[in-house]
């Protein structure tokens, strides 16, 4: 009987600061998910360092002194991986990597090796390739001698660890090759979603690991491949749902992160036409994650870079089911209460009244609160449809928005 292969994990330690953008708060909440990627692209963090200064140096991005106390307890402990919270530019990796001698990632190619090692298709592979290139191109000068070095593990997956890589005018070369290749298969998507006729189409998007591929399991009765890992899901899926007797289109998109890299948004603008093009949005929040608000102004801001933020967007807050709030046990303790405190139906008063219908509460693994979210899915695209097919309102009657209907999928299209 063979024996089970224990997973080994890359020691790592973090390191963020503190600055006049930043408060201390919002530090440990990135640096917790800069935890969260670490452990998805395969390392184990065992310390984080943090400094407080007005604004990263421009040099080595933290002070000489801190600097010093990292470099002891790399050589103590026998780390050799540092990760940045933020993108480090090219001089900065350079000077870090001098002063350490290990290996220096920051949050963009942490991303960007998450992304390597999720994409599964030809399309996304090469969108994750040219992501790749443009982040390494302004830092081909002195990094490639560190890279020989260096053997594998997170943050070395992709291109540029052959000696030929080193040379610009080769990079530069196959960006523009990547870009050119990107254009052939965007056109040949472009035609295959046209093809598609004149279905409503619907797309989840949202922060990354927040259950879109979980809903989506749940609605079209498919499967999905959903992980409690970041960007479990890289390649869009679409499939054709069915509730009641009317027929849609579903996506699932590819999850949003704050701080972004600009050279993913650039790379995955052609995947994010499924969001574009689609005449309903279900914004799925993950509402028992603390920072669940941050989340939502992070994807906001995103759908404003791909100019989709004007759609008619549904917000479902998932993960009911996991939701708990801080209490205060005495009543004697004087604490201001926050919003850690509020219960889901204090939430339900707050801003999110004011949205009216357009919010709903559910929990996809469980299904809970699912025939009232079927019939507000059913009545916004049954709303959409007849605007489109006036001669078709006979065919979707109003009693299906009692939740008199079954959920189906009549036929799948493939992962792109």
């Given at each position: 009987?063979?024996?089970?292969?224990?997973?080994?994990?890359?020691?790592?330690?973090?390191?963020?600061?503190?600055?006049?953008?930043?408060?201390?708060?919002?530090?440990?909440?990135?640096?917790?998910?800069?935890?969260?990627?670490?452990?998805?692209?395969?390392?184990?963090?065992?310390?984080?360092?943090?400094?407080?200064?007005?604004?990263?140096?421009?040099?080595?991005?933290?002070?000489?002194?801190?600097?010093?106390?990292?470099?002891?307890?790399?050589?103590?402990?026998?780390?050799?991986?540092?990760?940045?919270?933020?993108?480090?530019?090219?001089?900065?990796?350079?000077?870090?990597?001098?002063?350490?001698?290990?290996?220096?990632?920051?949050?963009?190619?942490?991303?960007l090796d998450i992304f390597a090692q999720r994409a599964q298709t030809s399309y996304a592979?090469?969108?994750?390739?040219?992501?790749?290139?443009?982040?390494?191109?302004?830092?081909?000068?002195?990094?490639?001698?560190?890279?020989?070095?260096?053997?594998?593990?997170?943050?070395?997956?992709?291109?540029?660890?052959?000696?030929?890589?080193?040379?610009?005018?080769?990079?530069?070369?196959?960006?523009?090759?990547?870009?050119?290749?990107?254009?052939?298969?965007?056109?040949?998507?472009?035609?295959?979603?046209?093809?598609?006729?004149?279905?409503?189409?619907?797309?989840?998007?949202?922060?990354?690991?927040?259950?879109?591929?979980?809903?989506?399991?749940?609605?079209?009765?498919?499967?999905?491949?959903?992980?409690?890992?970041?960007?479990?899901?890289?390649?869009?899926?679409?499939?054709?749902?069915?509730?009641?007797?009317?027929?849609?289109?579903?996506?699932?998109?590819?999850?949003?992160?704050?701080?972004?890299?600009?050279?993913?948004?650039?790379?995955?603008?052609?995947?994010?036409?499924?969001?574009?093009?689609?005449?309903?949005?279900?914004?799925?929040?993950?509402i028992a994650h603390p920072q669940f608000e941050d989340h939502i102004d992070s994807v906001?801001?995103t759908l404003k870079e791909i100019d989709a933020h004007n759609k008619k967007t549904i917000?479902?807050?998932?993960?009911?089911?996991?939701?708990?709030?801080?209490?205060?046990?005495?009543?004697?303790?004087?604490?201001?209460?926050?919003?850690?405190?509020?219960?889901?139906?204090?939430?339900?008063?707050?801003?999110?009244?004011?949205?009216?219908?357009?919010?709903?509460?559910?929990?996809?693994?469980?299904?809970?609160?699912?025939?009232?979210?079927?019939?507000?899915?059913?009545?916004?695209?049954?709303?959409?449809?007849?605007?489109?097919?006036?001669?078709?309102?006979?065919?979707?009657?109003?009693?299906?928005?009692?939740?008199?209907?079954?959920?189906?999928?009549?036929?799948?299209?493939?992962?792109?």
């Amino acid at each position: 009987m063979l024996e089970k292969q224990e997973i080994s994990y890359e020691k790592a330690i973090l390191v963020g600061v503190i600055t006049q953008h930043q408060t201390e708060e919002k530090l440990h909440e990135f640096l917790d998910e800069l935890a969260f990627l670490a452990y998805t692209a395969g390392a184990e963090v065992v310390h984080r360092f943090h400094q407080k200064v007005e604004t990263p140096n421009p040099k080595t991005f933290i002070g000489k002194g801190k600097m010093e106390e990292v470099k002891q307890y790399i050589e103590s402990n026998h780390i050799n991986t540092v990760i940045f919270d933020d993108e480090l530019s090219p001089s900065q990796q350079k000077n870090i990597n001098n002063l350490l001698d290990v290996k220096i990632i920051d949050r963009t190619r942490l991303i960007l090796d998450i992304f390597a090692q999720r994409a599964q298709t030809s399309y996304a592979k090469t969108q994750v390739e040219l992501a790749q290139y443009q982040y390494l191109l302004p830092r081909l000068s002195g990094m490639w001698t560190h890279l020989e070095r260096q053997k594998g593990g997170i943050g070395m997956r992709g291109p540029g660890e052959t000696e030929i890589e080193t040379d610009r005018r080769i990079v530069r070369d196959r960006i523009s090759l990547l870009k050119n290749k990107l254009k052939t298969i965007d056109k040949q998507m472009a035609t295959q979603r046209s093809n598609r006729g004149k279905l409503v189409r619907v797309a989840l998007i949202g922060y990354t690991n927040v259950g879109k591929s979980t809903l989506m399991n749940a609605i079209s009765k498919s499967n999905v491949f959903a992980e409690n890992k970041l960007f479990a899901t890289l390649d869009t899926t679409v499939r054709k749902v069915t509730i009641g007797n009317l027929p849609f289109l579903l996506s699932d998109t590819v999850g949003f992160i704050r701080k972004l890299p600009t050279q993913l948004v650039e790379s995955f603008k052609s995947t994010l036409d499924e969001v574009r093009e689609a005449d309903l949005l279900l914004h799925i929040v993950d509402i028992a994650h603390p920072q669940f608000e941050d989340h939502i102004d992070s994807v906001n801001n995103t759908l404003k870079e791909i100019d989709a933020h004007n759609k008619k967007t549904i917000i479902v807050f998932n993960k009911i089911d996991a939701y708990t709030h801080d209490t205060i046990e005495s009543d004697d303790l004087i604490t201001q209460k926050t919003k850690k405190h509020y219960t889901l139906e204090e939430w339900k008063k707050t801003w999110m009244a004011q949205l009216g219908d357009r919010v709903l509460f559910i929990s996809a693994r469980d299904k809970e609160n699912f025939e009232t979210f079927k019939s507000r899915v059913y009545k916004e695209i049954r709303d959409i449809h007849v605007t489109r097919f006036p001669y078709n309102h006979f065919l979707y009657p109003e009693e299906f928005l009692e939740g008199k209907y079954a959920t189906g999928t009549q036929s799948t299209e493939g992962s792109k």
